[in-house]
Each structure stands twice: as C-alpha cells, then as structure tokens.
C-alpha cells in the first residue's frame, strides 16, 4: 500500500531543499570571494613592497654615487699632494708635520638660515680647541667656536659673519672669501684689485695665510666677476661641497698655531 503525499509536502520538501542548496552556494562565493579578495590584497602588498624597495634602492644608489664622488675627489686632492712630495723629494714636508687632522661626523647641520653652524661628535676630549679650522672632502667646511667635552660647536662657511683668506690658483692674488647669505652652492671672493686677470674656471684655493687653515685646499672655481668701489674686484665663487649632502669632516690641528697666534697679539700690542 502506498502512501500519497500531498502536492503541500511536496512543495515544503522542494522550498527546504531550495534554501539549503542556496545557503551552501551562497556559503561557496562568500568563501570564494573571500579567498580571491585575499589573493589580490596579497598581489597588492607584494607590488606596493616592491615599488617601495626599488625606490629605497634608487635613492641609495644616488646618494651612493655622490658620496663616492667626494671621496674620489678628496682621494685624487691627496694622491696629488703626495705626488708633489715625491717630485719635490721631501720626505718630511714642513705642512705635512705641521698639520694633523682629527676625523669627525656630523650631529647637526643648517643651510637655510644667514647664521649656519654645523654641530660635530668631536669635542675637547679629542683635542679639538675653539678656532681650529674644519675642512670637508671638497673645500672648507667651517671654524670651531664653542667646544664641550664630547661636542663642537661649528660657524659654518655659510654664514654672513664668517670670512676665510682665499686666494687664485693662477695669479696668486688673495683676498676674504665669505658668503652673501644667497645660494648655498656660492660664496665671494673680495677685494682682488682690478688688475688681476680672471678667468671663468680658475681654481680658488686656501692662501694658507692664517693659523686656521693650511694652504692648497680647493674651495670652488670662479665665476662672474664685478668691479667694486672703482678698484677691487669681487669674484662669484662656485663651491665644490654641497653643504646639505656634507656627512663627514676634519678638524684642523696646527701644531704651530699658539706660537704664531702669540707672535700676531703681541705684534698688535706692541710688546717685544
């Protein structure tokens, strides 16, 4: 004997069965979705890294490149003064005794101010006294005016009131280079009388005529020149360091300089 189902069963079995097999297939593409949102969040992540890594990489390279460019450059400077012992054959030149260098970095920098100062990680336990002159691996960096025991206060070669005695590689005429408070990449070389020749180029160097810094150190090139007051000239100089790159330095330590600075006070004061 069979029994007879009712079309109502059988349309609530059909209406079960429908909303099961729905809930799973809706189950299936939340899962599916889910799944494939993962995948390209993933997808995303790994470009995003890699862009990101490539950018870091590109940036390094570049300050790479600069960073050994100065140190090419300081290397070939060096290589040339040696040479010049060698050809001179002089073992022990007096700069070369009189002159010793004390290696530091950085802490602190400013460009953009007219009064830059540059704050160093060598103080008076490494020997460093106020008015030694710094240099960098491309010119002159600045002079000490305040030392702690494990700092350096720094008046960068960028500020109004800092001057250094600078001279033309060709002529030999010399004169005070300072910096206009303009472009961080100028200074200017004054009171050259209007006589000398100068040629966009020339090389301008330390004149070596102070206890600050020692002779031959290669500051710019000239630029533009003007004359001023009718006599002297002022000449645009072109800087070699780049002061907002500038990581590293060297304090200047001139073994004479008490002796030579006593001799100059004495000279002013007139003592015997």
């Not at 995303?44 to 960073?67: C, H, P, T, W």
């Not at 070389?189 to 206890?211: E, F, K, R, V």
């Not at 907002?244 to 330095?249: A, D, E, G, I, S």
Request: proline share 3%.
């Amino acid at each position: 004997m069979t029994t007879k189902r009712s079309p109502r069963f059988r349309w609530l079995v059909s209406l079960l069965l429908f909303i099961v097999l729905e809930t799973i297939s809706l189950i299936m593409i939340s899962e599916s979705s889910f799944v494939q949102q993962l995948k390209i969040n993933g997808a995303y992540m790994s470009v995003r890294g890699a862009l990101a890594q490539a950018g870091s990489d590109i940036k390094y390279y570049f300050n790479l490149r600069e960073v050994n460019a100065d140190l090419s450059a300081e290397n070939g400077t060096l290589l040339a003064e040696l040479e010049r012992y060698r050809a001179s054959d002089i073992c022990k030149d007096s700069a070369e005794v009189k002159y010793n260098y004390i290696p530091a970095s950085i802490v602190a920098n400013s460009t953009n101010n007219k009064q830059n100062f540059i704050i160093i990680d060598k103080g008076r336990r490494d020997g460093v006294k106020e008015d030694m002159g710094v240099v960098s691996p491309l010119g002159v960096a600045g002079v000490v005016s305040r030392v702690s025991e494990k700092y350096s206060y720094v008046i960068s070669l960028l500020n109004v009131n800092q001057s250094i005695s600078a001279r033309i590689g060709k002529s030999g005429a010399f004169g005070p280079l300072f910096w206009d408070g303009k472009s961080a990449s100028k200074a200017i070389l004054a009171d050259i009388p209007q006589h000398i020749n100068i040629s966009i180029g020339d090389t301008i160097y330390t004149s070596g005529y102070s206890t600050i810094f020692p002779p031959e150190i290669p500051i710019g090139t000239a630029g533009k020149s003007k004359i001023v007051r009718g006599t002297h000239k002022e000449i645009e100089v072109n800087l070699f360091q780049n002061f907002r790159t500038l990581k590293y330095v060297r304090v200047v330590k001139n073994r004479d300089k008490e002796e030579l600075d006593n001799l100059i006070i004495n000279d002013e004061t007139g003592s015997k």
